[in-house]
């Protein structure tokens, strides 16, 4: 069998890999390129192979890094089934229209100012239909993907849904298992279940975002929440936090939840202002049988994502009428990166008010607003208009969705105990350093280990 390494090779976004095995071939994830905008853009407009020739499509998990370029595919013609978990599915319902909207609205938007602009890569109709080609299959049930290739989802413990996925191929009389680890998540999520490492694998393509670091731990994330929440309220201000509105919002809510029945946060407002947040939670709520039923609030409550100090605000005048209000209050919004979306109007009022608290908790990229307050500039840039940062920044890193270093190697060292032939790991969806230092720790464990760059064909 032979891999074609199309994205997230020797970087973290654009997840896609090629898998060719007896006359059959499967595509493994299409996920949007994200990073500057020219290159990213001449990157997710080159279709990955020509459409005829896949045979099917099986998708790990709902982000827009490995789900993202579907409905191009279909824009393109793909019109065969596309293979996720029921979860997976019904985010990306939500989160794919998202995208074509933003696309759409962003392109409408930079076009009225004369300035160059990417078309849209595809429309709504586009995003609707590629949820169409999707079927959804629970993990742990062994379903045919193409002629001689059959797959198994289990487990990724990264989102709701997301999955590894064993694929068995079937070539000259013999089954190998290649195993596609998908994003790899941690034990110890709120909501989500720790990573199910796959068994039996031949090769292994396998993720590295944080080959090179290690985070903050799940609790200690929990209680530094608590901590913030006082200390804003005693001063009578607000929390902001930037938050995905995919996961990372689902989870904040998750934990507040739980901190609010302990009495170890104050009785302020919560507010969720978001409506792909909404959505999003709806999504959450179709599946209670895949969350981490070891957990206290998840056997206890039936309504996680909703409590007494809990509101959610779709519309926009509900949104603005939250800046005319008075006394401490919670308020999460997306982006996560506070480039776009509603946080960017709290931060325009709120960020010059010592009393008040940014509150960050995810990933933010060079070149964001999101850095520049971590970066703790004395003046911000909204809307155009100079802000002063005066609230006080507070950075909780053990949100993450990603194992990292430690934990990656927990994940191989259990797979390859239960894989008495596994030749070969792959390592993707990584910086070169991050991917580099992990290769090495594994390459010491004894491991076959390599970094392929795109395009780049490897044999199993
Ligand atoms: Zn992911
Ligand atoms: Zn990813």
């Known amino acids: 069998m032979e891999i074609e390494f199309v994205g997230a090779a020797r970087e973290v976004t654009g997840s896609c890999h090629i898998v060719r095995v007896a006359g ?44 993202g370029r579907l409905p191009y595919l279909v824009r393109h013609g793909y019109e065969k089934t596309i293979w996720s978990t029921p979860a997976t599915r019904d985010l990306c319902a939500v989160m794919l229209a998202d995208s074509a909207h933003i696309q759409e609205k962003d392109a409408e938007f930079l076009s009225r100012r004369g300035k160059e602009h990417a078309e849209p890569l595809y429309s709504m109709r586009h995003a609707t239909r590629t949820i169409e080609l999707t079927v959804g299959v629970p993990y742990h049930r062994t379903f045919d993907v ?52 796959p068994e039996g694998a031949d090769g292994i393509i396998m993720e590295s975002t944080y080959g090179n670091r290690t985070h903050e731990s799940v609790e200690g994330a929990r209680a530094r929440l608590a901590a913030v929440i006082r200390a804003t309220a005693a001063r009578g201000g607000r929390i902001l936090i930037p938050a995905f509105a995919v996961g990372r919002t689902q989870e904040l809510v998750y934990d507040l939840h739980v901190l609010a029945s302990e009495g170890a946060i104050p009785t302020i407002p919560i507010y969720i202002d978001s409506p792909l947040a909404i959505d999003t939670t709806s999504v ?58 509603r946080i960017l109007h709290h931060l325009a009022q709120g960020a010059s008010n010592p009393q008040n ?25 909204i809307f155009g208009d100079d802000v002063p940062l005066r609230a006080q920044v507070e950075i909780i890193n053990g949100y993450s969705a990603h194992a990292d270093r430690n934990e990656l190697g927990t994940w191989i060292d259990c797979v390859r105990e239960h894989s008495p032939r596994l030749e070969q790991v792959w390592l993707v969806h990584g910086e070169p350093p991050a991917q580099d230092e992990l290769a090495t720790a594994l390459a010491a464990k004894g491991l076959k280990v390599g970094c392929p760059a795109p395009r780049e064909r490897r044999e199993l």
């Open 146 to 197: 193409a002629p001689g290739v059959r797959a198994t989802f289990v487990d990724a413990g990264h989102i709701l849904g997301s999955a590894s996925v064993m694929l068995d191929c079937l070539e000259g009389g013999k089954t190998r298992r290649l195993v596609f680890s998908g994003d790899i998540g941690r034990s110890g999520l709120p909501i989500i279940r720790d990573p199910e490492p």
């Open 357 to 381: 608290t940014i509150l960050i908790v995810g990933f933010q990229a060079e070149h964001t607003l999101g850095r520049r307050i971590v970066e703790r500039r004395p003046v911000l840039s």
């Open 284 to 341: 959450f709520e179709l599946h209670p049988d895949v969350f981490d039923h070891g957990e206290d609030l998840v056997r206890k409550v039936r309504n996680l994502f909703r409590f007494e100090l809990l509101h959610y605000t779709r519309d926009v005048e509900e949104s603005k009428a939250l800046s005319r209000m008075h006394g401490p209050m919670v308020i999460i919004a997306a982006s996560g990166m506070a480039e776009s979306g």
């Open 24 to 67: 059959s071939t499967v595509v493994l994830d299409c996920g949007l390129f994200q990073g500057r905008r020219r290159e990213s853009s001449e990157k997710n407009t080159q279709l990955p192979i020509p459409i005829g020739e896949i045979d099917a499509i099986v998708l790990s998990h709902a982000h827009i890094d490995h789900a």
